[in-house]
Structures are given as structure tokens and as C-alpha cells.
């Protein structure tokens, strides 16, 4: 019997034929880690490797297209109809399954149009794949198709299947009366219609593998399109399949309609745990096991369990983060745990750029075979890194992982960087819980003299005869010249919570980026009345982001009542108004508070001054010209650090 703090999390469980270790699946990502015609490549292993390791109960390889015929643009990702996909694929399983995890495969069909945007929905409202426009021998394939790429997991030594049917997948479009509208035995003319797509790809599914495979079923609880199924008539629909499944998988939301995606993957500005309660009702309502994905955190995982919420939750950006997560639970090294940021740069890069997923925490994932045949020091090292934000800090604890000895400078009293002001925001709590857990492994480290309240000179770093030198300093803001510099009237966002003087009730932000938006809310959450300036065009905005993440932030933003002038640049302030240009024209803008957020500049000169100290210095983080975010100081850093 498990024993802890989450002792009903490592509980096993059986569904279907398959005994799982624990109550921690993997939930499946959509990535482009295969080859270009479709076959799991060495990459696509390494990638679920440390996931198996780590602990979960479940990996599970995302979108596996089920497609006979591969549409044009469908490169790079996993095409299960290809009997030669059992070759590759086998070797994936085998490398899940060797740590005590069960190997599943997602399948998902897609339209013939995938990859472009020439097919305008026939009703109007986005569809990845118009289940209107198939015919009725395209659909009846489709279900064919199903068993084959299930055949062909089996084949290859899988223990499970993931049928796709949320998020306006294709079987839940055709259970939606707003969006199907056939005129055929698929159609939307009665209950059991809706069902009938779903029913047979089960169906034929067990007829092809029969209890050999257990399958997992993903389901929006709710897909919120208005008009769509509401959840008591998908707990019916879910009491129809429910014994032709193994586990029922709870979500919510649509992928094709771009202010729902957030609800799929829930970025920083909404709770952990959203679809829970959801999750509870199918679970007194149904016989099948039920699990639960949706920003779940350990503690709610644990409570979920253990109070029959649910039987079991599924982990997706928290196991790219750290792989590690569920052994560290297990073994009380909680503290230990790299936290996910749920900046969703992972899923972006993928949905919205076709490449390869990466972390903005975790800057080995997806690039595992870089780092496994990466050369072993060959001796240890003495580094000095400058600078203590996440740059500096990743850079020292990847220098002392590797045996080398770090001397780390921070002129600050403290550490953390400008990390440490963005953090302070009431919905940043996973940035600072990223960032405590960044500074405790760091002042934890034996090979590590943390050196805070010292500014690094020439002089200084010169004293410890060094071998490398890693310069970090971060960014500074940028502050144009104004006429009015009173502290109580014009600040810097990252000023907020240091100054004592409260901002008036009315305030002007300069800056829609990532921290201006996210300062903008502080205040309207605040009940404060709040204009939110920008020079860019409305469409350009939160493109520095993850765009899950902006279309999250504006939806919030519009809810409560911001005043958004795009193309609006800010010229002065003076103790009476803003001056303000949009379109060539000068406006007065009377506020109590101007808060400026227009980025960060580097200090070139320091950098200059100090990159000579030592031959072979690298700069990282904001200071080596890439844009300022959370994954480009991480991943610069490492890197950095990985070649001494």
C-alpha cells in the first residue's frame, strides 16, 4: 500500500487488461518531432525516454495521423496508416516500456486540406476538418483507418490507444448539432446519428485488436461554442461508448476557434485544475475509470483521487518541464521539482510554427540526442558567471552539474534579475514558484559560490582566474526622457511593488506587450480604470508570447472593460496629461498614472567592459540580441554552459 503526501496517486489501477504502476498519465502533444515522411525518428524516442524514467504510468505519443492517404502538408509527424511505421514505432515502445510505462499512440484524423487555409467552414464556425464536407465513403474510411493504425500499435508492442474526440475533433463535431449537418446516417437527425461515427471506430477499433489494447477516450466535457452539447448530453453520449472504452479522458474546449484554445491548455492567467468538476460528474455517472487533464496540480491530483473525483490525472507541460516529476513526488522531493511556467511556448512552437516543441524551463526537451552525446568535461573548470537572473542561474547550475567550480556575481542584493519584479503579479504564482525553485537549486549546489551585493569589474573576475566566463546581465528598462520624472506620477512596471506611493485611480500603460498587458490587468483586477497604449497594430500584438497565451490575456483584458488604443505611441508626460499620436494625430490623455513598459535595452558597454576578462567569453540571455523571454535566457544559458 502507497504511503505519503499523495499516497492514492501511486496507487496502481487496472483498465481494460493493463495494470498501471500509478494514477499519472501522460497526456498526448502534438509535435513535429518525426520524420518528414511520417516515421518515429531517434529524436521522437529520446523526447518520451525521460518521461518513462520519470515515473509516469502512461507515455503517449501525440497525433498519430490515421490517414490512408497523407494530405500534401502533413510532414513531420507520426502517419499510422504506413504498415512500415510498426518498424520505428516498435523501437518507441520498447525504449517507454523498458522503465515500467505503458506506450499509447493518439489517433486523429485529418482533412485533405490540412496545412492550408483554403476551405472555408460549412457553417461558418472554424473546423480543423469540415465534417460536412467528407463523403459518406471518406467517413466509412475514415473508420477503417481507425483499426488499421490500432492494428499497427498493437503490432508494434503498444499497450494503448487514445481516440481523439475532443476539442472539435471529428467525432465530436459530428455529435454537435452546430456543426453537423449531414443529411446522412451520420447526420444530426437523432441521438443515436451523433453517436454512430464515434460507436463504430470503437467498434471497428475491437474487432481489429479486441481486448489486447486498452483505449483511452478524450472528450470535451464542453466545447463552448455556444448551441453546442452541454454536459449532460455528453455524460449521455459517454454512458453510450463508456463500455467500449477502457478510460474516459476529461477536457474542454476548441482548437480551430482561437479564444477557446487557452481552455485546452490554461496558461498563467487562469486557475490549475479547470475541468475537475466536470470530471467529478462523469465519474457519478459512469461505470469506465475517468481521468482528468487540464493544469492539475499534485495537490489536486491527490485530492481528485482520493475523494473518487477521478481515478486518474493526465500530466502534459508539467512532465516537459520535469520529466522527473512523478518519481520526485513519489520519493517526498517535491521541493526539487522544476515547475512548468505555463507559458505554453511547448505547444506553440508546434501549432502555430510547424517545428520541433521546446520548454521554456526545460532546455533539454526535445533535443535530448544533443545533450546524451555531448562530450564529459575533460577536466574540471573554474567559471565565472555574472549575473543572477534565470540566465545566470541555469548557466551556474548547468557549469556545477557538468564538475566545474562557479563563482556566480549579482550586484543585486538578491537574486532572480528582472524576474523577480514580473513574478510579483497575483497570477504569476507558477513564474514564482519557477523562480524559487531556479534560486534554491542554485544556493544548494556544493560546486556554486553564489556572491550577491557584488558588482563583477575586469578586476574582480581577473582574481579568480577563471577558465570561462559566462556574462548574463539581463536588460534594462527602457525609459525615454520626459518632461514630468515625479516617481508618484511616471513609473516602470517593474517599480510596482517597490515604491510606497500607491498608483492613482486612473492609469495610462505605454507598452501592450507581454509585461505591459499582464500590468494593465494587475490594475483592472485592482478595480482601477486603466488605457492601454501601444505603436504596433492590434494583430501584431502578443506575438513576443505564446499566442494561446495572448488570446487568453486580451480575452481577460476585454472582460474587464480595458481601454485598448493601438497604433497610439507615447511622446510626453507632464503633471497634467499624457501626450499621446495615433495616425499622425496628438491627443491629451488626462491620467492619474503612467506606467511605462517599452521593453528592455542592453547595457553594451558593460558587456564590452567585462567580455575581455576572460578568452572565450559568451554572452546569454537578453544581452546576446534575441528577444527577452524566459525560454531564450534558459536556453542560451545552457548552452553556454553545456560547451566549457
Known amino acids: 500500500m502507497a504511503s505519503g503526501r ?5 496507487r496502481p489501477i487496472k483498465i481494460g487488461n493493463l495494470t498501471l504502476k500509478n494514477r499519472i498519465t ?3 502533444t502534438y509535435n513535429f518531432l518525426a520524420s518528414w515522411d511520417n516515421h518515429v525518428t531517434r529524436e521522437q524516442i529520446e523526447a518520451s525516454k525521460p518521461v518513462a524514467a520519470g515515473g509516469a504510468a502512461t507515455v503517449t505519443m501525440g497525433s498519430g495521423f490515421i490517414n490512408r492517404v497523407l494530405p500534401p502538408a502533413a510532414h513531420h509527424i507520426v502517419g499510422m496508416s504506413d504498415p512500415w511505421i510498426v518498424t520505428c514505432l516498435s523501437e518507441w515502445c520498447e525504449a517507454v516500456k523498458r522503465h ?4 499509447c499512440v493518439e489517433l486523429v484524423p485529418i482533412a485533405s486540406y490540412f496545412g492550408t487555409h483554403e476551405v472555408e467552414s460549412s457553417v461558418g464556425i472554424p473546423m480543423e476538418i469540415d465534417c460536412n464536407l467528407l463523403t459518406l465513403e471518406e467517413l466509412q474510411a475514415f473508420i477503417a483507418d481507425y483499426a488499421v493504425a490500432a492494428r499497427h500499435v498493437l503490432k508494434a508492442g503498444g499497450d494503448m490507444v487514445l481516440i481523439h474526440g475532443a476539442h472539435c475533433q471529428l467525432p465530436a463535431l459530428l455529435f454537435s448539432k452546430v456543426f453537423n449537418k449531414r443529411p446522412d446516417q451520420y447526420g444530426p437527425q437523432s441521438f443515436a446519428n451523433r453517436c454512430r461515427f464515434a460507436v463504430e471506430v470503437l467498434d471497428a477499433i475491437r474487432a481489429e485488436v479486441g481486448d489486447r489494447l ?67 460528474q462523469f465519474k457519478k455517472a459512469l461505470r469506465v475509470a475517468v481521468s482528468v487533464v487540464g493544469a492539475v496540480t499534485p495537490d489536486q491530483a491527490e485530492e481528485a483521487v482520493a475523494s473518487g473525483k477521478v481515478d486518474a490525472v493526465a500530466l502534459c507541460r508539467q512532465l516537459i518541464a520535469d520529466p522527473e516529476t512523478v518519481n520526485k513526488l513519489e520519493r517526498g522531493l517535491e521541493d526539487e521539482i522544476r515547475p512548468c511556467i505555463r507559458c505554453n511556448t511547448c505547444i506553440s512552437r508546434s501549432h502555430f510554427g ?45 557549469l556545477a552539474g557538468r564538475g566545474h567550480e562557479v563563482v556566480l556575481f549579482e550586484k543585486a542584493p538578491h537574486l532572480g534579475g528582472l524576474l523577480t519584479q514580473a513574478a510579483k503579479a497575483p497570477f504569476k504564482s507558477d513564474l514564482k514558484r519557477y523562480l524559487e525553485w531556479s534560486i534554491r537549486m542554485t544556493r544548494r549546489h556544493k560546486n556554486i559560490d553564489v556572491r550577491t551585493g557584488t558588482e563583477a569589474t575586469g578586476a574582480l573576475i581577473a582574481q579568480e582566474k577563471a577558465d570561462a566566463l559566462i556574462l548574463a546581465p539581463g536588460g534594462k528598462p527602457a525609459i525615454p526622457e520626459l518632461t514630468c520624472k515625479d516617481e508618484s506620477r511616471v513609473l516602470w512596471a517593474g517599480d510596482i511593488d517597490r515604491r510606497n506611493i500607491p498608483p492613482g485611480d486612473s492609469i495610462l500603460v505605454a507598452g501592450a506587450g507581454l509585461t505591459g498587458s499582464e500590468t494593465a490587468l494587475r490594475f483592472l483586477q485592482a478595480g482601477k480604470k486603466v488605457i492601454l497604449i501601444d505603436a504596433l497594430p492590434r ?3 502578443g506575438l513576443g508570447s505564446s499566442p494561446i497565451n495572448a488570446y487568453a490575456l486580451f480575452n481577460i483584458l476585454e ?19 499624457a501626450l499621446v499620436v495615433h495616425n499622425g ?20 558597454d558593460a558587456i564590452d567592459r567585462l567580455r575581455s576578462a576572460v578568452a572565450g567569453c559568451q554572452v546569454v540571455g537578453d544581452g546576446n540580441g534575441q528577444q527577452a523571454t524566459v525560454w531564450n535566457a534558459v536556453t542560451s544559458a545552457c548552452d553556454a554552459a553545456m560547451a566549457v
Open 539 to 541: 494583430e501584431k500584438l
Open 559 to 577: 472582460e474587464y472593460g480595458v481601454d485598448l488604443r493601438t497604433e497610439t505611441k507615447l511622446l510626453d508626460v507632464t503633471r497634467d496629461h
Open 26 to 28: 501522460q497526456a498526448p
Open 6 to 10: 499523495y499516497a492514492h496517486l501511486f
Open 100 to 103: 515500467g510505462a505503458k506506450a
Open 354 to 398: 510547424s517545428k520541433p516543441p521546446r520548454c521554456a524551463v526545460n532546455p533539454v526537451f526535445g533535443r535530448e540526442p544533443d545533450y546524451a552525446n555531448c562530450q564529459a568535461p575533460a577536466g574540471k573548470k573554474k567559471a565565472v558567471v555574472v549575473g543572477g537572473g534565470p540566465a545566470g542561474l541555469e548557466a551556474a547550475r548547468t
Open 585 to 604: 494625430r496628438e491627443d491629451r490623455l488626462v491620467c492619474d498614472t503612467v506606467v511605462l513598459s517599452l521593453g528592455t535595452v542592453v547595457d553594451g
Open 214 to 280: 486498452a483505449i483511452e477516450y478524450r472528450i470535451s466535457a464542453v466545447d463552448m461554442v455556444p448551441g453546442s452539447p452541454d454536459i449532460e448530453e455528453v455524460i449521455e453520449f459517454a454512458k453510450v461508448i463508456q463500455d467500449r472504452i477502457d478510460l474516459l479522458h476529461i477536457s474542454r474546449g476548441n482548437l480551430a476557434i482561437n479564444r477557446l484554445t487557452p481552455f485546452i491548455l490554461p496558461p498563467a492567467y487562469m486557475d490549475h485544475g479547470i475541468n475537475i468538476g466536470y470530471a467529478a
